[in-house]
T-cell receptor
């Protein structure tokens, strides 16, 4: 079975400080992993993805994530938070199971304080 | 063109009304999806089309009826909805169903059933 756990429902940081959003996954198949961001009343935007190439993945807006198979983790980081980063973030796993399966994490709300 | 366009952005409908949601993309993506998102929750998959054929129906009530007239267009026909169907309806597309492809999401239709 496949599952995604976002370890924090809420994260609060000050502007200019690092951001860490944690995601663990479980999968019987080789997964692709994604991070999406959703600003209020908007659709989701793809930040970055891992699909079995380089384990350190760089995305848009200064975000990056590292795939760690031994820890089954795919944590999202950013060196310096900006006010515009305040949003909901979703970690997503996709696997091919003969068909396909996409599993969303429950989401992490990021608050950025001035 | 790198967008998924959804119309209308907002819709209020009575329980006896018939309405349709529209989704359009011109990126040549061959997989298209309808998701339903309730407040403070991740998106829930409703339907998947691959090469204009319905691939997945996640046991959605028959009051929701999807249609894919061509490779660029996806509709969701609504009839006799219930107040609990009020939600943000998101359309997404990807190059194909395979796990390595991320989604491009539209901004959604905010549906209120009265």
């Amino acid at each position: 079975a496949q599952s995604v756990t976002q370890l924090d429902s809420h994260v609060s940081v000050s502007e200019g400080t690092p951001v860490l959003l944690r995601c663990n996954y479980s999968s019987s198949y080789s997964p692709s992993l994604f991070w999406y961001v959703q600003h209020p009343n908007k659709g989701l935007q793809l930040l970055l993805k891992y699909t079995s190439a380089a384990t350190l993945v760089k995305g848009i807006n200064g975000f990056e994530a590292e795939f760690k198979k031994s820890e089954t983790s795919f944590h999202l980081t950013k060196p310096s938070a900006h006010m515009s980063d305040a949003a909901e973030y979703f970690c997503v796993v996709r696997v091919n199971t003969g068909g396909f399966k996409t599993i969303f994490g429950a989401g992490t709300r990021l608050f950025v304080k001035a | 063109d790198t967008e998924v366009t959804q119309t209308p952005k907002h819709l209020v409908m009575g329980m006896t009304n018939k309405k349709s949601l529209k989704c359009e993309q011109h990126m040549g993506h061959r997989a298209m999806y309808w998701y339903k998102q309730k407040a403070k929750k991740p998106p829930e998959l409703m339907f998947v089309y691959s090469y204009e054929k319905l691939s997945i129906n996640e046991s959605v009530p028959s009051r929701f009826s999807p249609e894919c007239p061509n490779s660029s267009l996806l509709n969701l026909h609504l009839h006799a909805l219930q107040p609990e169907d009020s939600a943000l309806y998101l359309c997404a597309s990807s190059q194909a169903l395979d796990r390595e492809y991320g989604y491009t999401f539209g901004s959604g239709t905010r549906l209120t059933v009265v």
